[in-house]
């Protein structure tokens, strides 16, 4: 999942100036997109058919997993009455709890591979 496709985050954020000139157009996509709207975290879009989001998901703490369905079951409901939250509802700072894992399981299939594959060479 993460690391599938390429990102200019690294590089933007490394300009100050690029990062200064991309900000209102990163902050009217994230408002045009309408998660927020809905109550809905970045975090809470990611597909769920990956096995390794599913690991993930499967990490997480109790409290963080119960409030994802909640967020998850409220914005079904609006979506379903075709209405929105309350304007003081709307996500205003959200934080990635599932791509840290996500990140980190990457992280360590990448290294039982490598450990997998190693080859022992014995030496007389």
Known sequence: MAGSYPSLAPYV???PWLLKLLRPVSNWYTN?????KLGLWADDLIN???????????????KVAYDR????????QCSTTHRLLPKEEWTK??????????DQIIAEEKEKNALDSL????SH
């Open 48 to 62: 769920e058919e990956n096995e390794t989001v599913l690991k993930a998901l499967k990490r997480l703490p109790p």
């Open 93 to 102: 700072e959200e934080f990635r709890y599932l791509q840290p894992l996500i």
């Open 13 to 15: 954020l490394k300009r």
């Open 119 to 122: 080859t022992v060479v014995r």
């Open 32 to 36: 045009a997109a309408g998660y927020r």
């Open 69 to 76: 369905v909640y967020r998850l079951r409220r914005a079904f």
